[in-house]
Nanobody, 120 residues
């Protein structure tokens, strides 16, 4: 299974894009899901995470600007980004703790990343 992300691109400062991420095929169950980002020359860092029950956790640098949500019917996680700043420029990765039908083991998968560039 792969996690497929969409919604990145070039955004003006103050813009409000929404990222989406979903598995490439049907899976048994998804547990926690999250978004991370990695800027050039920096380590990957947590942006936001959400449990299967909807509890959320945010990095301080996005609190009040970004919102993570999920649609459990569609197995999709979203990241609504508002008031974007140039320093938000990074590759954004989703991850998901999930279980496929053929196994009882839970594995954390990562998406391939989607570039978000904030520039005028």
């Amino acid at each position: 299974v792969q996690l497929v992300e969409s919604g990145g691109g070039l955004v003006q400062p103050g813009g409000s894009p929404r990222l989406s991420c979903a598995p490439s095929k049907s899976i048994f169950s998804i547990y926690a899901m999250g978004w991370y980002r990695q800027a050039p020359g920096k380590q990957r860092e947590l942006v936001a995470a959400i449990t299967s029950g909807g509890s959320t956790n945010y990095a301080d640098f996005v609190k009040g600007r970004f919102t993570i949500s999920r649609n459990n019917t569609k197995n999709t996680v979203y990241l609504q980004m508002n008031s974007l700043k140039p320093e938000d420029t990074a590759v954004y990765f989703c991850n998901a703790d999930l279980r496929e039908f053929w196994t009882s083991v839970r594995i954390v998968y990562w998406g391939q990343g989607t570039q978000v560039t904030v520039s005028s």
